[in-house]
């Protein structure tokens, strides 16, 4: 029997609100598609506002208890957590194929990263550090607590499906804190079944709700009306981003936003290419360009640029397409038509401002939501490309002649995700890095996500960081407490 097969069987492919799996209030329904043939595999309950709100009390009336369980404790959950997650890799990594798309070796690298996330943040829910000092005057102790945030709410995007919500899940259980998932709704089932496992390892009633829902703005939107939610924990579009901090100004929720990214990807004159085109490949095209940290903008040196270009024409030309599920794949389907077209319009839009399609450049005769990997060469600096979230197989590469001009260009954005430098020269990586408007930067590498290590943007890629002891902290409260004895 699949995952999903089993979910379905078990009445747990739908809301799970206070350990209870249910319909939603108003009968109301997701249909789940499959983006390798556009055919439908099941449907889920969508969540209504009623059921939005349930979540929220299930989650308040968990809060107490669940704050005062022994930090040893729910260490141990999300260690369980982690080994259920490894063991049964395969089902999940297939349950993400169908309702994402993404090839079956990345669903399943993507399972145990998010597991990973599991291991991480059993080891920090031990670590909740505070300190003490003595005032500088001498007059008083300053003792520095931190206590969970409280309820919070985590939304979570269709790319990642499993790792974007176990990224959220882990610190918010290593903290003491309830927690509301509102999955995407392209992506409901692999948030629903990171639920039933967590029931299955002893997160008790009302701890993790699951709420998948068509209707998010309205759902969320009254989840952050709710007083009792303490804390948005969001990861999409910058757009909708913009949107929830608004609504979470209303009652001053504490908010971590992950959003959207356009990095670029710079190769000096003295990288070595073949490296460099390794890393272009991962960086790019690791689940179908679909990540907030591809690499949106290859910026190569004019004196290496055609080298660059040839290698990684070839290395994308020879990438194979198919069904996710079938195990020679490395190139799935994107995630939904809209998605498929607008690329589609991309391209074109580029190409007719004169960049040169080098490699693909079309949606494939075949059904589902496929998109050619894809290269174009003489992109100018200020084509609008380089100024959108491509979010697909798509690489337009841009010439430049000096440091100084790669360094503006790779800043000229609204967006600071990631950004990758190649440059045999340390001192020239660590400089550049250094000056790259960006969260993270990878230097002669193309893949940076790590649990141990701080996820996150500046400028309008977001606010605070996930993984790390960051993402502990990010769901606890500091407490101050002056002290005389
Ligand atoms: P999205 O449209 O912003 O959706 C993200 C989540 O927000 C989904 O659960 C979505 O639900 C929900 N949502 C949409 N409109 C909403 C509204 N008005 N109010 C409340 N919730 C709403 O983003 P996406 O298309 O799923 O994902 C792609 C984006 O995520 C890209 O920009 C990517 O860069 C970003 N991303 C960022 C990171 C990071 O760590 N920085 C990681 C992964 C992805 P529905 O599915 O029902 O619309
Ligand atoms: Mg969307």
Redesign the pocket.
């Known amino acids: 029997m699949s995952l999903i097969e089993e979910l379905v069987a078990s009445g747990r492919h739908r809301l799970l609100i206070g350990g209870e799996w249910r319909d939603a209030s108003d009968g109301a329904e997701i249909t789940v598609l499959d983006p390798a043939t556009a055919e439908p595999i099941t449907a889920v309950p969508s969540g209504s506002v009623a059921d939005g709100l349930a979540a929220v009390d299930a989650a308040a009336e968990a809060a107490p208890a669940w704050a005062d369980t022994p930090p040893r404790e729910r260490a141990e959950i999300l260690r369980a957590a982690f080994e259920a997650l490894v063991d049964r890799a395969d089902a999940f990594a297939e349950l993400i194929v169908r309702e994402m798309g993404k090839a079956l070796r990345e669903a399943k690298a993507e399972v145990l990263y998010a597991a990973e996330f599991f291991r991480w943040f059993s080891g920090e829910a031990v670590r909740n550090l505070g300190s003490i000092a003595t005032a500088p005057a001498g007059d008083k102790r300053i003792i520095s607590i931190h206590q969970p945030v409280g309820v919070s709410l985590l ?6 499906p499993a790792a ?1 919500a176990t ?1 959220k899940i882990g610190p918010a259980i290593a903290a003491g804190c309830t927690m509301i998932l ?6 409901p089932l692999t948030a629903l079944a990171i639920g039933a496992l967590l029931e299955e390892v002893g997160v008790p009633p009302g701890v993790v709700n699951v709420v ?10 009254a989840m952050l009306d709710d007083p009792r939610v303490r804390k948005l924990s ?8 913009k ?2 901090l608004e ?1 979470a100004a209303r009652h001053v929720v504490n908010c971590s ?5 356009n990095a670029p990807f710079v190769v000096f004159e003295d990288a070595d290419l073949d490296a460099a085109v390794e890393g272009a490949m991962v960086a790019k095209m690791r689940n179908g360009g ?5 690499a949106n903008r290859i910026y190569v040196h004019a004196a290496v640029a055609d080298a660059f270009a040839d290698r990684f024409a070839a290395a994308m030309a020879a990438t194979r397409v198919g069904v996710g599920l079938d195990p020679s794949t490395e190139l799935g389907p994107l ?1 939904n038509l809209q998605a498929a077209e607008g690329i589609a319009e991309l391209v074109d839009q580029t190409a007719s401002h004169g960049a040169q399609v080098r490699v693909g450049g079309r949606r494939p005769d075949r059904p589902g939501f496929f998109f050619e990997p894809t290269v174009l060469t003489d992109v100018r600096p200020d084509d609008p490309i380089l100024a959108t ?1 491509i ?1 697909g197989p798509v690489a337009p590469i841009v010439t430049f002649e000096t440091e100084e001009e790669a360094i503006d260009l790779a800043n000229g954005t609204l967006w600071g ?1 990631a950004a990758y430098v190649y440059t045999g020269d340390l001192a020239r990586g660590l400089r550049v890095a250094e000056a790259i408007e960006a969260g993270m930067v990878g230097i002669n590498r193309g893949l940076i996500s790590d649990p141990a290590a701080p ?3 500046v400028k309008e ?2 606010l605070g960081r ?1 993984g790390a002891h960051e993402g502990l902290m990010e769901f606890l409260e500091t407490k101050y407490i002056a002290a005389s004895w």
Do not use: H, Y
């Not at 068509?214 to 969320?220: A, D, N, T």
């Not at 969001?234 to 981003?241: A, R």
């Not at 936003?257 to 990214?261: A, I, K, N, R, Y």
């Open positions: 939304v979570t995007p269709w790319n990642f974007m990224r509102k999955p995407a709704s392209d992506t998948p829902t068509s209707r998010s703005g309205e759902v969320v939107g969001f990861t999409g579009s910058t757009e909708v981003g949107l929830l609504k936003m992950e959003l959207g990214g679909q990540s907030c940290i591809a995630i979230e979010f995700l996820f996150g943007g890629s977001g996930e």
